[in-house]
T-cell receptor, first 113, second 115 residues
Framework: GDSVTQMEGPVTLSEEAFLTINCTYT??????LFWYVQYPGEGLQLLLK?????DKGSNKGFEATYRKETTSFHLEKGSVQVSDSAVYFC????????????FGRGTQLTVWP | GAGVSQTPSNKVTEKGKYVELRCDPI?????LYWYRQSLGQGPEFLIY????????DSGLPNDRFFAVRPEGSVSTLKIQRTERGDSAVYLC?????????????FGNGTRLTVT
């Protein structure tokens, strides 16, 4: 069945460090891929997405590239800030109609000044 | 404008009791979703509505769980004969349409604790 596997956290970095959070997926067909973020005390919100192979999603300095050959969608940021501290979730959607999103377990990121 | 609102924010109930969790979506959003998040896990799909009808309820774990959206706006998730394993954060989300380009807007969730 469809599933998402994320690297286990927590991840702790110093400000301005480079961030990678790994995400791989299993799905039939050609899913759409998402990263959601949950800041402390807030609801989940969409960070970025990619809907087809080789697409790159980007937002707030974060990037992720949809790699069909490695079934991956790793999240990267070149220089993290304290305000990036949050839980990050990778998710997939089969097809183009929103409905059942499959989420990974989430990765807690803490950035120290 | 107002986001997705979920009430109550916390609910503690005894095993065997009935509970109702409410979700007020963003005004004008036609699609509404319920997810459940257990500790240390990602959100797990339960059900989604397009308008008043349940378009996909395949994630409901058993017949103790039921959800309604009678007027195509507010939704209520109902859990009968609660069990300790039902303890989790129940998340509601809405989207303008069901197209993949329309992002989900999540509420802050209802934390349900069954004692």
């Amino acid at each position: 069945g469809d599933s998402v596997t994320q690297m286990e956290g927590p991840v702790t970095l110093s400000e301005e460090a480079f961030l990678t959070i790994n995400c791989t997926y299993t799905a039939t067909g050609y899913p759409s891929l998402f990263w959601y973020v949950q800041y402390p005390g807030e609801g989940l919100q969409l960070l970025l997405k990619a809907t087809k192979a080789d697409d790159k999603g980007s937002n707030k300095g974060f990037e992720a590239t949809y790699r069909k050959e490695t079934t991956s969608f790793h999240l990267e940021k070149g220089s993290v800030q304290v305000s990036d501290s949050a839980v990050y979730f990778c998710a997939l959607l089969r097809g183009s109609t929103l409905g059942r999103l499959y989420f990974g377990r989430g990765t807690q990121l803490t950035v120290w000044p | 404008g107002a986001g997705v609102s979920q009430t109550p924010s916390n609910k503690v109930t005894e095993k065997g009791k009935y509970v109702e969790l409410r979700c007020d979506p963003i005004s004008g959003h036609t699609a509404l979703y319920w997810y459940r998040q257990s500790l240390g896990q990602g959100p797990e799909f339960l059900i989604y509505f397009q308008g008043t009808g349940a378009a996909d309820d395949s994630g409901l774990p058993n017949d103790r769980f039921f959800a309604v959206r009678p007027e195509g706006s507010v939704s209520t998730l109902k859990i009968q004969r609660t069990e300790r394993g039902d303890s989790a954060v129940y998340l509601c989300a809405s989207s303008l349409t069901t197209r993949g380009s329309s992002p989900l807007h999540f509420g802050n969730g209802t934390r349900l604790t069954v004692t």
